[in-house]
């Protein structure tokens, strides 16, 4: 044993000495060799003592407060991965109480290390150290800070990265810039993005041609997808072009994937496009599964679905093969386009190939059936779903439902919705006002008004949607009164006041008497008609595909479309335009959904003048308007016989790019053309959106009626044929129109053809029917009296 103190060393000599230990057996003094073996030993004794009850208690406090510590040893002991953390805190902390060392941006960086293996727990602690490094003027190193923020980040704990942020705001400057990837990656995901944007923008102007980005390309990545699903297109477009003006920023296939995404759902398929042709000219990387499976969605939702499918059969022979995710897009865009053949060519090949649909998947294509009018194959695909062990959603339900009021199973649709409501959790908010919307159809507003009090019992909010269809039935029958029993129905206290508020505000804008002579404002420019219709579709280019295509190209059919990008605009997407656009409460006076709900009001009414009039002072205010806006001005329009008027709005609607037209934006042209005589027009149109593969039932509905009636039963045939290819089955309004327009023409054995045909396709009559068939029968018997005149 030793005793008794050492001698103080001299101040000319440097210190370099170890402190007394003392364990609960011995003391052990080490020597002052700076030999490996010497230095093991001590950090040794050191780490026993600390690992034993007590910790730095168990040193000699008297005897080593006249020694000083060296940077090498605490380090050692600090790497130890058998010493708790909890006990190198203390350590820690012990040895920064000595009046001979000072702790060293070494020794601090360790222990932030050490605590960063578990970040969560220790949260305080590295709060603790980084606010002591401050007071003690001890500099962060840019590893050490990068270590941290990367530690929080996969922990999920990105408030704290971000609060870590503040603490080293002192030495952001001093840091190296590869640091700043983890910090933008933390403004991501903690969903500031914002400051991330604005971080971003700032480190890209620090970038010449002469260096490289401290920016890597999983980062920008991560940014551009966050901007995606927050939807904020123009700052996603913005960032896109500031990444493109730098020659050396690295861009890899994701980035490119995710651009050709983003763009083809808002509808830009130009520029995916055009990055797809830029992916293969740069021969970097070439397009892999995900860059097609982003190509074939953005073609599918801009109504391209032919070219979709030409894609598809490409994907397969380009070298890969085709996901769950490939199936389901393709699948969804026939299935949106009515072209239920293909549909089901392709499910069953999914099938075939092992993967099995998923509930997206059976919804998608239970939901074509039904808008086909094919309802008991989509009571066949419901059944095999139950027979797959698919577990059907609300979703599921929901469609079943507006499916069955679509095909005037109502009865059916109403029992269903009470059974579920019997087992609870198959209904929700969607269900109800699904309901609401069909038996306001049917003038039931009590049993409405009833509903959406036992909806508000149950707990779903009344949202916008089902509020603007009590609107539109309430006013267009006239009931006084109802509004304010709504009102009392609604336990939401912010949303019908606003309703009421911005109903108080518009009628008082409206008060004004109307000046002009005419039904409609000359808002619109009225140069030309529905002649000159042709202009605004661009020319089909199919013909001509074959002979330009690279034979050697693996997508060589791609290849051709990304050429033909900029002349090709989109002519119709497959989604319809809403009425209400979004849930949720009115934020400005004059909303955009609201305006939609009492314009379908005023013209319901037919108060085409009220409702012109609305649409001046609300885009005077700086609303935008949207596709259903617009169409139903047209359609108004057209029905009044204004059709330079129509064709001025349907221009306006090009020039101002919104969102593209849809399959009413056709109607409404189809029938502007019918009442001016040139069937011929609508013929032609016709030949160009069968060339992207889009017809649906009501627009198949008003081409029969509008070339019938212009005697050009040739075409439709034709339409019929193209019905049948596509897998949509004619409805009662089909049925009823080929009877009519045969009838009308003299063609009494066609029209009892299409009479037997609609007996043996089981397809129920209406009112209409029974007067179409009065007026056949009156025909028939006038050819039978003028025979026997004969």
């Known amino acids: ?155 999920g704990n990105f408030d704290y990265a971000l609060e870590i942020m503040d603490h080293a705001e002192n030495i952001l400057d001093k840091l190296n810039p590869d640091v700043y990837n983890s910090v933008l ?50 700052e996603f477009r913005n960032a896109f072009d500031k990444v493109r003006e730098k020659k050396n920023f690295p861009i890899d296939v994701r980035g490119y994937n995710v651009c050709i995404h983003g763009f083809g759902n808002w509808g830009e398929l130009e520029t995916s496009l055009n990055l797809f042709k830029e992916m293969k000219e740069k021969s970097l990387f070439s397009p892999d599964l995900c860059t097609y499976n982003s190509l074939i969605q953005a073609l599918c939702f801009n109504g391209k679905v032919k070219d979709a499918l030409i894609v598809w059969e490409e994907l397969k022979t380009s070298g890969h093969e085709p996901d769950a995710f490939t199936y389901r897009i393709i699948i969804q865009g026939c299935c949106k386009c009515y072209m239920m053949n293909d549909a089901i060519k392709i499910f069953s090949e999914m099938q075939h190939n092992g993967f099995r649909p998923d509930s997206i998947v059976y919804n998608s294509v239970l939901d074509g059936f039904l808008k086909s009018r094919k309802l008991m194959d989509a009571c066949q695909l419901f059944d095999k779903m139950v027979d797959d062990r698919v577990q059907a959603t609300p979703c599921t339900y929901n469609i079943l439902i507006d499916g069955l009021f679509k095909n005037r199973r109502g009865q059916a649709a109403y029992a269903l919705f009470n059974d579920l409501k019997k087992k609870g959790h198959f209904v929700d908010g969607i269900t109800y006002s699904i309901v609401i919307y069909h ?46 029993r709504l009102m009392k129905h609604i336990k939401n206290s912010n949303l019908m006041p606003s309703i009421l508020k911005w109903k108080a505000n518009m009628e008082s804008s409206m008060k004004d008497p109307q000046s002009r002579e005419k039904d409609s404002t000359f808002m619109f420019p009225m ?31 791609m290849d051709q479309l990304a050429d033909e990008a900029k002349s090709n605009t989109q002519m119709l997407t497959s989604s319809k335009g809403k009425r209400v656009q979004e849930k949720g409460i009115i934020v400005n006076s004059f909303d955009i959904n609201m305006v939609n709900t009492y314009l379908s009001i005023y013209l319901t009414k037919g108060k085409l003048s009220l409702a012109c009039k609305l649409f001046e002072i609300f ?67 016709v030949g160009r959106l069968t060339g ?13 009626n509008v070339l019938g009636k212009g005697g050009r039963f040739v075409e439709v045939n034709r339409v019929l044929e193209q019905m049948k290819r596509s897998g949509i ?62």
């Not at 049917?442 to 149950?458: N, Y």
Request: net charge positive; hydrophobic share 40%.
């Open 185 to 234: 990656i933390a403004l991501i995901r903690s969903n500031h993005l914002n400051m991330a944007l604005f971080t971003f923008f700032k480190l890209l102007d620090s970038i010449t041609d002469n260096n490289k980005t401290s920016i890597d390309a999983a980062t920008c990545n991560e940014l551009l997808v966050a901007l995606k699903r927050a939807g904020m297109r123009a």
């Open 439 to 484: 038996i306001c159809r049917e003038g039931m507003i009590d049993e409405a008004l009833e509903l959406v009090e036992e909806m508000e019992s149950r707990g779903f909010s009344v949202d916008l949607v089902t509020i603007t269809h009590l609107l539109v039935a309430i006013n267009k029958q006239g009931r006084k009164g109802c509004e304010e």
């Open 1 to 155: 044993m030793l005793h008794g103190r050492r001698k103080t060393t001299s101040p000319n000599k440097p210190l370099f000495r170890y402190p007394l230990i003392r364990s609960k057996t011995t003391i052990i003094k080490p020597s002052t060799s700076k030999s490996k073996l010497g230095t093991f030993l001590v950090v040794a004794s050191i780490v026993k003592s600390l690992s034993e009850p007590g910790g730095t208690r168990n040193f000699n406090n008297g005897e080593s407060s006249l020694v000083s510590l060296s940077e090498p040893l605490v380090l050692q002991i600090l790497r130890r991965s058998s010493l708790d953390a909890s006990k190198k805190i203390d350590f820690f902390k012990w040895c920064s109480l000595r009046h001979n060392y000072k702790q060293s941006a070494g020794t601090y960086s360790q222990m932030l290390q050490t605590l960063c293996i578990n970040p969560v727990v220790h949260k305080n602690d590295i709060f603790d150290f980084l606010a002591s490094m401050n007071r003690e003027g001890v500099v962060l190193e840019s590893s050490t800070f990068k270590f941290i923020l990367d530690s929080f980040i996969k922990s």
């Open 692 to 704: 992207g593969g889009f017809l649906d039932l009501v627009m198949c509905n008003t081409l029969i």
């Open 729 to 790: 089955n004619p409805d009662v309004v089909t049925y009823n129109t080929l009877i009519e327009v045969n009838s009308k023409a003299g063609r009494l054995k066609e029209a009892h053809k299409f009479l037997k045909m609609m007996v043996d396709a089981d397809c129920a009559p209406n009112h209409v029917t029974d007067t179409t068939l009065e007026f056949l029968e009156k025909e028939i018997e006038k050819k039978k009296q003028k025979q026997k005149q004969k």
């Open 527 to 557: 140069k030309g008609d529905f002649k000159e219709i042709l202009s605004l579709i661009t020319n089909n280019k199919h013909s001509s595909r074959k002979e330009s295509m690279d034979p050697w190209s693996s997508s060589p059919y």
């Open 619 to 685: 885009t005077d205010l700086g609303v935008d308007p949207v596709t259903y806006t617009y169409n139903s001005l047209m359609s108004s329009l057209v029905k009044k016989g204004y059709l330079s008027e129509a064709y001025g709005v349907l221009s306006e609607m090009g020039n101002k790019k919104v969102s593209g037209a849809d399959v009413a934006t056709y109607n409404v042209i189809f029938q502007a053309l019918g009442k001016m005589g040139r069937a011929d027009l609508a013929s032609a149109v």
